[in-house]
């Protein structure tokens, strides 16, 4: 393998994007480098980036894309990340491809992974999941923790989320459509993007890239 093996996973909410990214850095022993996840762990530490952070989220405003870039940089440098990283919700713009790809220099994106998968497919998805509050655990508006509304995991609150309401998930889809075409070109145009049917099983979405990554030669 590669000194860093560095992958980004594109494709709509509700894509499948978390659950393959979880099940690929299990298997190339990479963290799974979420933005969000990134973003909450800098609050919560209270360093000088993550209180910034905070105070920026405190007003109401948008986290700035050269701010992001500082959190994705730092989560980088740290021990685990040595290897390289999945990166899931970033990049979600051209200039944060850019970015990025000055920020990881000679380590950089080795694979763009797009999960392609029918807006109404995703839209299904999104409108029956229910997410727990306390530790983020996903179910299916037919699961007995979303009847019943207690995570059986940690006895948090099991809700529907806002923006997983109808209108809501219609102008996310809207929003990452026009976002993600000049990303998806961009990294075509460096050779570097393999599109993967999301529209199948998790076992075979994740076989589908792990043979990309093994006849590339990444692993």
Do not use: W
């Not at 995703?122 to 299916?140: K, W």
């Not at 929003?175 to 075979?204: I, M």
Request: aromatic share 4%; hydrophobic share 35%.
């Amino acid at each position: 393998m590669p000194a860093r093996l560095n992958l980004v996973v594109l494709g709509k909410q509700g894509a499948g994007k978390g659950t393959q990214c979880k099940r690929l850095a299990t298997t190339y022993e990479i963290p799974h480098i979420s933005t969000g996840d990134i973003l909450r762990g800098a609050v919560k530490a209270g360093t000088p980036l993550g209180r910034e952070v905070a105070s920026v989220l405190e007003s109401g405003a948008l986290v700035s894309d050269d701010l992001v870039i500082q959190l994705v940089k730092e989560r980088f440098d740290e021990p685990d990340a040595q290897r390289g990283g999945l990166l899931d919700g970033f990049p979600r713009t051209l200039g944060q491809a850019e970015a990025l790809e000055v920020l990881l220099g000679a380590d950089g994106i080795k694979l763009c992974v797009n999960l392609d998968v029918p807006i109404e497919l995703v839209t299904e998805r999104l409108s029956s999941r229910r997410v727990c509050q306390e530790c983020g655990a996903i179910y299916r508006d037919s699961d007995v923790e979303a009847i019943s509304g207690t995570c059986s995991n940690c006895g948090g609150d099991v809700v529907q989320r806002d923006d997983d309401q109808p209108d809501a998930i219609r102008r996310r889809l809207e929003t990452y459509e026009r976002d993600t075409e000049p990303l998806l070109a961009f990294y075509e145009s460096r050779g570097l993007l393999v599109t993967v049917n999301g529209d199948q099983s998790p076992d075979e979405v994740t076989e589908a890239i792990e043979k990309v990554v093994r006849d590339r030669g990444l692993a």
